[in-house]
């Protein structure tokens, strides 16, 4: 007869399914943390969704913050190379812009300034410039582009980077909401659309 090995108290049974635990768990949690805010979520909101215990998710992550910013620097990790391989289509700067920005609002939907702001009283410094190092990495992605394509005298602008932070903070308001859930725009699609027509104004020669 066969026996199972042993594990230490709180350690999750072994994975058998397609995706690692840890992975199931941050996929969750930034799903949570996006939409509720980091005070509306709790350890066990993310175990239910994930289905596994609370014990299972601290193993892998030690605190509720810990979890947070694993969850979302996670999150953006996973945005960044899409971001990067639609930048990289032969195609005109404005339709890469518009099929990214379409991208960012529908993996992103978040506003991520604002969810930071009402977490920062839970997060260490250090927690703290983790996060804000991952978000860089977004700027940081489509100011090379920008700074190539102001190069090639496609667009014309002084500060790529700053750009880049113009461009992702229009991109939140493709996300605005009114009464009874109804949105500034009837899709990402268009949102991408009539943000990246407006944003071209100010950076096109």
Excluded: C
Excluded at 2 to 21: I, W
Excluded at 141 to 149: K, N, R
Excluded at 154 to 179: C, K, N, S, W
């Amino acid at each position: 007869m066969t026996t199972n090995p042993k594990r230490s108290p709180g350690r999750p049974a072994a994975d058998t399914s397609n995706e690692p635990v840890a992975g199931a768990i941050l996929n969750h949690a930034s799903l949570l943390f996006m939409e509720y805010g980091y005070d509306g979520v709790s350890i066990s909101d993310v175990a239910a969704a994930s289905g596994v215990t609370k014990a299972s998710v601290y193993y892998y992550y030690a605190s509720k913050s810990e979890l947070f910013v694993a969850s979302i620097t996670h999150k953006l990790g996973r945005i960044i190379p899409h971001i990067a391989l639609v930048l990289q289509r032969d195609e005109p700067l404005k339709d890469r812009m518009k099929l990214m920005a379409e991208l960012y609002l529908k993996n992103a939907r978040m506003d991520f300034e604002g969810m930071l702001m009402k977490a920062i009283h839970s997060l260490s410094v250090e927690q703290l410039q983790t996060i804000r190092a991952a978000e860089r990495k977004i700027y940081e992605t489509i100011a090379v582009e920008l700074d190539a394509a102001n190069r090639r005298e496609e667009i014309f602008t002084q500060d790529p980077v700053l750009a880049a932070h113009a461009f992702t903070a229009m991109l939140t308001i493709g996300d605005i909401r009114y009464a009874e859930h109804h949105g500034l725009f009837d899709s990402p699609r268009e949102a991408a659309d009539r943000i990246v027509e407006l944003f071209w104004r100010g950076i096109h020669i």
